[in-house]
């Protein structure tokens, strides 16, 4: 015969080098999958935190409507230092943004101990109020509340008396 008829051995199953590849594979995929979970979360705890600063703000600016008499007195209310010794409408309204302003931004540790970035966030939750040039008893209320990270989220609303 010219020809010679080879016989191949075929034996089923992977090569050592084949299963390391596989490996190496399936772990670089459950890692992108890791870190897209772990993005996720974080943008999750950053979106509620806005919408909790949202919602102070506005019950700040809601307070605000139901005292017109006194909005000229609210411009540049500083929402971290609580006001001391007065029972006016204007002070319970303070007292109560400081509350829900302090309780939105500290964080807590592991036993639930209150962690104090006092220095760090001090004047960084302002009320300010402007009156609309060419209108009568007409008002913008802005509010600028700096949440955990650093970034200020800052709402504004018009308030006529």
Known sequence: MIFKIIKKNNQSGLSLLESLVAVVVFILGLAGIYMMSTLSNRAMISSIERDKLN???????????IDTANINEYDGTNCWEPPSGSS?????NIIKWTEKYKKVIQSKD???????????????CK???????GEVNSYMV????????GNKI???KRINK
């Open 55 to 65: 919602m102070v703000s506005a019950m700040v600016i809601e307070s605000m409507t």
């Open 88 to 92: 006016s409408l204007k002070d319970r």
């Open 110 to 124: 592991k036993d639930g101990n209150i962690i104090s970035n006092a220095k760090e966030l001090q004047e960084d």
């Open 127 to 133: 009320v300010e109020v402007k009156e609309i040039p």
């Open 142 to 149: 802005t509010t600028i509340m700096t949440r955990k990270d």
């Open 154 to 156: 800052q709402i504004s």
